[in-house]
């Protein structure tokens, strides 16, 4: 009887231990971004491939590895910087996040600022083994990164300004690198911003209270409903003339020419939202937003893969 009891208690103890071992992990995934830091280093691969490189051959690109180095860099770069963020924010996210904090709580906290240091140490590590240049690229990056979550994030515009920047700072760099400045791309790039600049302010208003709370000052809190419409619908409408002409001015073909027309009835479905000034409405409109984004990056990547053929 005693020996049974002995290993109901001895499997309870493993099945409790590996669950706990397993929300670690997944805190640890949530806390660091993890699953944008996947969907950006595919999007790094795309427009690295197909938009700035597009005359090396693909056993070119593959044998890169200074390329490759620098989207490691990039990855463990933007891995610590939603540590740092989530160890700023993590009292604002026990309300907006719950869920998500729930998970991170069985990880405490100076493990993340542990992870924080070692991701950030191997990136800069690996970035002065490519070069000086590169190292003080990531060094930049990495300041930044720090400095949005600590002060920046409060800061009326200069947060939603920032975090975009900072966001669009590895495709920058690989701007830079390959020297790639034609009107397409810089055209692509403002489009890709002002889209990235909508999503983070509907977001600020979809949490505009707990913001205000703590000491946030965003667009919404700040400049109240009526004024926000008007600001994102402008930055829509703003976003619609770049794509006309994206489509008018660059010779855009193939899929991304499909992906930018259909972008203006997708900015009039948004703008329609907003007129709405519900919070249901908001919530459609970040989604449809964020969609289109990853819609962009697939267009991107079939457009490349037909010229190539």
């Known amino acids: 009887m005693n020996s049974e009891k002995e290993t109901?208690?001895?499997?309870?103890?493993?099945?409790?231990?590996?669950?706990?071992?397993?929300?670690?992990?997944?805190?640890?995934?949530?806390?660091?971004?993890?699953?944008?830091?996947?969907?950006?280093?595919?999007?790094?691969?795309?427009?690295?491939?197909?938009?700035?490189?597009?005359?090396?051959?693909?056993?070119?690109?593959?044998?890169?590895?200074?390329?490759h180095g620098i989207i490691f860099c990039t990855v463990l770069t933007i891995l610590a910087g939603g540590i740092i963020n989530q160890f700023y924010d993590l009292e604002k996210d026990h309300i907006v996040k719950p869920f998500r904090t729930r998970i991170q709580s069985f990880i405490k906290q100076k493990y993340f600022l542990y992870a924080y240091l070692v991701l950030s140490i191997i990136s800069l590590g690996v970035a002065w083994m490519i070069s000086h240049n590169v190292f003080f690229f990531f060094l930049v990056y990495q300041f930044f990164m720090w400095f949005y979550s600590?002060?920046?994030?409060?800061?009326?515009?200069?947060?939603?300004?920032?975090?975009?920047?900072?966001?669009?700072?590895?495709?920058?760099?690989?701007m830079v690198y390959y020297a790639t400045f034609s009107r397409k791309v810089i055209l692509m790039a403002v489009f890709l911003f002002l889209i990235l600049l909508c999503i983070d302010i509907v977001k600020d208003t979809l949490t505009r209270s707990v913001d205000k709370a703590f000491g946030y000052?965003?667009?919404?809190?700040?400049?109240?409903?009526?004024?926000?419409?008007?600001?994102?619908?402008?930055?829509l409408l703003i976003t619609?003339?770049?794509?006309?002409?994206?489509?008018?001015?660059?010779?855009?073909?193939?899929?991304?020419?499909?992906?930018?027309?259909?972008?203006?009835l997708v900015m009039i479905i948004c703008i329609y939202l907003l007129l709405n000034s519900s919070?249901?409405?908001n919530f459609f409109?970040?989604?449809?937003?964020r969609f289109w984004v990853f819609v962009g990056i697939i267009a991107m990547l079939l457009n490349g893969i037909e010229s190539k053929l």
């Open 8 to 67: 109901f208690q001895s499997e309870n103890y493993i099945s409790k231990s590996l669950f706990y071992r397993f929300s670690q992990f997944v805190g640890f995934m949530l806390g660091a971004r993890f699953f944008v830091a996947a969907l950006l280093t595919f999007a790094l691969y795309v427009s690295t491939f197909f938009l700035f490189n597009q005359d090396e051959t693909f056993r070119n690109f593959v044998f890169d590895f200074k390329v």
């Open 150 to 174: 600590h002060k920046l994030s409060r800061i009326l515009i200069l947060n939603n300004l920032t975090f975009v920047s900072l966001t669009l700072y590895p495709f920058f760099g690989m």
């Open 217 to 235: 000052v965003t667009i919404p809190n700040y400049f109240k409903t009526k004024n926000t419409k008007t600001i994102l619908i402008s930055l």
């Open 240 to 264: 619609m003339a770049v794509s006309m002409k994206i489509i008018t001015k660059t010779g855009i073909t193939g899929f991304m020419a499909y992906y930018f027309a259909s972008g203006l």
């Open 279 to 281: 919070r249901r409405s």
């Open 285 to 289: 409109t970040i989604n449809i937003l």
